[in-house]
């Protein structure tokens, strides 16, 4: 694999989707490190509304705690480095999936063609026919 033409620890500005993309990165990764906590405060929380708040109350101060631990300008730093260590290899996927589309409207457009030339010469034919008779 050729070196990435991006420095990872200075990377370029990024545009505002590219930003979003990157706090997706963040908070899975956030929430990836939290997921046990999370869990446990979902299953307290199954078929509560307004009670979950108190009756969960452990649940929901350790799943907090813990994703305040690790939302940390740290992991953020990490999310962008792996988008940036990623990018590549989505621009190849979208690039193929666009050529993907293009392979096939042009083979649509083959059938098309042939699928007039076929009516062309029917059309001609019967045009024979009725000249002959």
Known sequence: ???SKYNLRNPLPLSASQEAE???LYYKRVRGHCAAEIKAFAECAVNRTVTATW?????RLAMN???VAHAKPEEEDRAREEWFATHEER???HQAKLDAVEERR???????RADEERRRQRAEEEEKKRRGQ
């Open 1 to 3: 694999m050729s070196a």
């Open 22 to 24: 990157v706090k997706q």
């Open 65 to 67: 705690g813990c994703m």
């Open 91 to 93: 621009k190849r996927e």
């Open 55 to 59: 009756v969960c109350r452990e649940q």
């Open 106 to 112: 042009a083979q649509v457009i083959q059938m098309m």
